[in-house]
């Protein structure tokens, strides 16, 4: 159980420090000394309250009630489990154990005070507790009560001891000792003598405590009345009870022997390193006898000798020589104390003393015991982190004990004292598991001896991963290029990213992030694998309707808190030739109709009399559009520019030429396969518009036998406008002869007429007209019923015409010549045809011209 002294202490300075009669005014003025006081034993126990104390008594059964370890520790029963509280201790053999439930500190098996300390007075054993979560060291000293359980023995059975008859009362002869292991009151108390008539018993105290028995002649011997006495020696402790032992005693009375040995030295001393081999000599002691014959001759030997000393030293009989036989061991034995005896052959004999002293040598490393420590550390742990609790003793002592404990300086640990020999190995910064996975710490402990010797152990640290990278792709942004009508589900692209992190820290999934494309959203185009980061199409591509796509891949990694990243994917749609080539103009009329392009029989060679114009939505050469003509009626007479679509004469028109040419043009691109429209063009060869009318019933076959009806329609309202123009002639005829200035006027009109330029102008017997402004413009439609009569705006020879302006057609109302109009009884409405502005000018200009050439 624990001191009471220092309970009792404990509970006597609270109650004097706090006092209420300190308050008291006639206490008052010693009130700042008695504060004192307790300030100072305050301190005192402080410094001690590290220290747990426990007493037990030797040879207590297993499971004997050592102390309340919970209660001193701070700690509740069930908590020594829970927090890891434990026994560390250097010994091999655990005397000691916790019991869990009752939270107590108990014997772990039998306990010899004298096998733990044999020669020691007091008998402390010290152990450490270890309270596991904190790495808090607790020092516990238990104390090993004495019990008398050991008698006094004597080593020699029996003793013999030789008196010359001549021998004066008072001599002395030494007696063996007795040895008593126990201590105290405990250990050996007196010895007594046997009654007799001629020897006594006196016992002298030497130096070091022991008490020597010596047996002291009281009379006269006669060896012829007794050549022998027989006495018993007993020795006592001061036990309860009391405990002895005897050896007994035969006195020989021997004949004359006139001179006892002599020592040359009362007390041999010599100091031996303890790394002595055996065999070697530690000193000769020498005793002389001037007595002649065997009187003369000395034997040596050992008297009293303990049974450890005996197993380690020997002397030889005859030289006196102290040799080593067993190993000496500093750690274990300091010194001994031996007493040596010198007989001669008449058995007389003396003593002195011998005293060896084992002096340390350095042949203990130091030793590393590894009391607590963790596999794994998680990394970024902060600096100071506990790695693990180790212990270093060296058994050695003075400089050779000394021990100093480090590590190598490129590691980012750090030895930390604490307790006793105990060392922290500690964290001095944060670990990096990307960079160092793993740490085998070496741990050397050197002692100051010379030579110094060391001892090292290794501890291996695994450092464990903390969730600190976030996945990294290989490039900070990625291109891929994708055909267009690609197959849907098809794999587009590939994206990687790495997490330098392990387990699932490193797993990384992938996904998109949510955007729109023209309003639809991303994800309806394209998926992306979540483990893989491989990229699938969900629609098939149209290069026409978007040429790329801006994505955003995210990497997510599986941590506790997930980290994720993100990078641009430019996807680039690559066009393929999957659009035909598209004709603008001429365009194809709707309803049924047939496009003319007119040609004059006098147009020169290279005469341009169209132009196909064609687009192609692809791009690239897929879009690079090239025209051939196919097909012609009258080969030879027309050509295709290859580049251009300009449709132009090959040579002069002749007059056998057929009023009516038919032209194929193909429009072809360049992909691969190349794709091709083609359009079919009717080019009228007439030198003047009566010749195109009067033939522009044979151009095309009615489908409807309405278009004759219509084209008879056309004729009329033509001829009615002539008379008029007719009658209107004839009344300036009139008027000129009345008025000769109109003649004047009629000249300057026909010569304003002639001031236009040539190249404007096409003859038909003598009248001129704006036929070349409408040669390769004028598309004639001829339809009796459904049908108009459609003359588009004027289309010069190096201007393009949108596609809206070439179908365009404007009813004409009466100032711009909507000369005939017919009821539809199916829509109930009146269809016209209309012609363009200056028709009515035309046709008056040429009927005016044909009249001047009458005149």
Known sequence: MRKAWETNWLKTLRIICSDPAMENPQLRKDRSGLLLLCFILG??????????????????????????????????????????????????????????????????????????????????LSMEILVEDTLKIYGVEVEIIDINDNAPTF??????????????????????????????????????????????????????????????????????????????????????????????????????????????????????????????????????DPDEGTNGEVMYSFRNMESKASEIFQMNSKTGEVLVQGPLDFEKYKFYEMEIQGQDGGGLLTTAKMLITVVDVNDNAPEITITSSVNSLLENSPPGSVIALLNVRDRDSGENGQVSCFIPNNLPFKLEKTYGNYYKLITNSELDREQIQSYNVTLTAKDQGSPPLYTE?????????????????????????IPENNPRGASIFSVTAVDLDSKENAHVTYSLMEDTI??????????????????????SFDYEQFQNLQLRVAARDSGNPPLSSNVSLSLFVLD???????????????????????????????????????????????????????KASEPGLFMVGLHTGEVRTARTLLDKDALKQSLVVSVQDHGQPPLSATITLT??????????????????????????????????????????????????????????HSSRFLQAAGSGLAGLPTSNFVGVDGVHAFLQTYSHEVSLTKDSR??????????????????????????????????????????????????????LYLATSLLREFLLSLL
Not at 522 to 533: A, F, M, Q, R
Not at 719 to 731: E, K, N, P
């Open 43 to 124: 301190t005192l126990w402080g410094l001690g309250d590290g220290q747990i104390r426990y007493s037990v008594p030797e040879e207590t059964d297993r499971g004997f009630f050592v102390g309340n370890i919970s209660k001193d520790l701070g700690l509740e029963p069930q908590e020594l489990a829970e927090r890891g509280v434990r026994i560390v201790s250097g010994e091999k053999t655990q005397l000691f154990a916790l019991n869990p439930r009752g939270g107590s500190l108990v014997t772990a098996g039998r306990v010899d005070r004298e096998e733990l300390c044999e020669t020691v007075s007091s008998c402390f």
């Open 155 to 288: 080593r020699e059975e029996e003793v013999e001891i030789k008196v010359s008859e001549h021998a004066t009362p008072g001599s002395r002869f030494p007696l063996p000792n007795a040895r008593d292991p126990d201590v105290g009151a405990n250990s050996l108390q007196s010895y007594q003598l046997s009654p007799n008539s001629y020897f006594s018993l006196q016992v002298r105290g030497g130096a070091d405590g022991v008490k020597n028995p010596e047996l002291v002649l009281e009379g006269g011997l006669d060896r012829e009345k007794a050549a022998a006495h027989h006495l018993l020696l007993t020795a006592a402790d001061g036990g309860d009870p009391i405990r002895k032992g005897t050896i007994p005693i035969r006195a020989v009375v021997l004949d004359v022997n006139d001179h006892i040995p002599k020592f040359t030295q009362p007390v041999y001393q010599v100091s031996v390193p303890e790394n002595l081999s055996s065999g070697t000599r530690v000193l000769v002691v020498n005793a002389t």
């Open 457 to 481: 152990a290794h501890l291996l640290l695994n450092v464990a991963d903390d969730n600190d990278n976030p996945p990294v792709f290989s490039q900070s942004s990625y291109s891929a290029y």
């Open 518 to 539: 023209q309003g639809v959203p991303l994800s309806s185009y394209v998926s992306i694998n979540s483990d893989t980061g491989i990229l699938y199409s969900l629609q």
């Open 576 to 630: 393929q030739n999957d659009n035909t080539p598209e004709v603008l103009y001429p365009t194809i009329p709707t309803d049924g109709s047939t496009g003319v392009e007119l040609a004059p029989r006098s147009a020169e060679p290279g005469y341009l009399v169209t132009k196909v114009v064609a687009v192609d939505r692809d791009s690239g050469q897929n879009a690079w559009l090239s025209y051939r003509l196919l």
């Open 683 to 740: 080019v009228a060869v007439a030198d003047s518009i009566p010749e195109v009318l009067a033939d522009l019933g044979n151009l095309e076959s009615s489908a409807n036998p309405d278009e004759s009806g219509l084209t008879l329609y056309l004729v009329v309202a033509i001829t009615a406008v002539s008379c008029i123009f007719l009658i209107f002639v004839i009344v300036l005829l009139a008027l000129r002869l009345r008025h000769w």
């Open 786 to 839: 459904k049908s108009h009569l459609i003359f588009p705006q004027p289309n010069y020879m190096d201007t393009l015409i949108s596609q809206g302006s070439c179908e365009k057609s404007e009813p004409l109302s009466i100032d711009s010549a909507t000369i005939l109009g017919k009821y539809d009884p199916t829509n109930n409405q009146v269809r016209s045809i209309s012609l363009p502005p200056n028709f």
